[in-house]
């Protein structure tokens, strides 16, 4: 059973800082790619940021850019998400994913394993 965990959600305030992790229980071939979304409430998911476990390949949503670093740790299993200057409109469930193509990474279609997700709330 290939599980993923994330951690490391919570309450802060705008400006924070905050780093997610995403532990894979078992890799299999078909989890090349490895991607973090969000879904605000009422909102439809949003892709935020993709990586490759090679850590060579990045993809950043438009919401990411220049504030999110995603990274990856093959020792660990564990991809993280490191997040600043985080805004109210950050707040959600941020959902970590796997996938074994680079191809449209921003579609949650081709996501074959998802995470329970982690709940952010950016508020003062």
């Known amino acids: 059973q290939v599980q993923l965990v994330e951690s490391g959600g919570g309450l802060v305030q705008p400006g924070d800082s905050l780093r997610l992790s995403c532990v894979v229980s078992r890799r299999t071939s078909n989890m090349y790619v490895m991607g973090w979304f969000r879904q605000a409430p009422g909102k439809e998911r949003e892709f935020v940021a993709s990586?490759?476990?090679?850590?060579?390949?990045?993809y950043y949503g438009e919401s990411a850019k220049g504030r999110f670093t995603i990274s990856s740790d093959n020792v660990k299993n564990t991809v993280y998400l490191q997040m600043s200057s985080l805004k109210p409109d950050d707040t959600g469930v941020y959902y970590c994913a796997a996938r074994g193509s680079m191809l449209e990474v921003t579609d949650d279609r081709g996501y074959d394993y998802w995470g329970q997700g982690t709940q952010i709330t950016v508020s003062s």
């Open positions: 990586i490759t476990w090679s850590g060579l390949g990045t």
